[in-house]
């Protein structure tokens, strides 16, 4: 039902963008948000925005380099990612919450999409 993509190999100080792409139904209402789990480490929360888009919430570890957005017409989310970092390499998680505002990180999501991996090289 959430489909993440663009994750791969970037070297460090790069960018890459990552999509979640909702299929099977909608998320309308929803906010959605972005979890990342290292090899070795407990999941974590990397970011979150609410329904209509207006505002977010990061992590300390990511605010300032990531963003996230959101496209209702077309069910997706984007976390865009600069200023990569080797210690950012993890397997990313779409998403998403049944409410409207951000509650991450203090909830666990009802929805989780399969996972993209973003290594970054030094």
């Known amino acids: 039902q959430l489909q993440a993509s663009g994750g791969g190999l970037v070297q460090a100080g790069g960018s890459l963008r990552l999509s979640c792409a909702a299929s099977g139904r909608t998320f309308t209402g929803y906010a959605m948000g972005w979890f990342r789990q290292a090899p070795g480490k407990e999941r974590e929360f990397v970011g979150g925005i609410n329904w209509s888009g207006d505002s977010a919430l990061y992590d300390d570890s990511v605010k300032g380099r990531f963003t996230i957005s959101r496209d209702n017409v077309k069910n997706t989310v984007y976390l865009q990612m600069n200023s990569l970092k080797p210690e950012d390499t993890a397997v990313y998680y779409c998403?998403?919450?049944?409410?409207?505002?951000?509650?991450?990180?203090?909830?666990?999501?009802?929805?989780w999409g399969q996972g993209t991996q973003v290594t970054v090289s030094s």
């Open positions: 998403t998403a919450d049944r409410a409207t505002i951000v509650r991450f990180p203090g909830i666990t999501p009802q929805y």
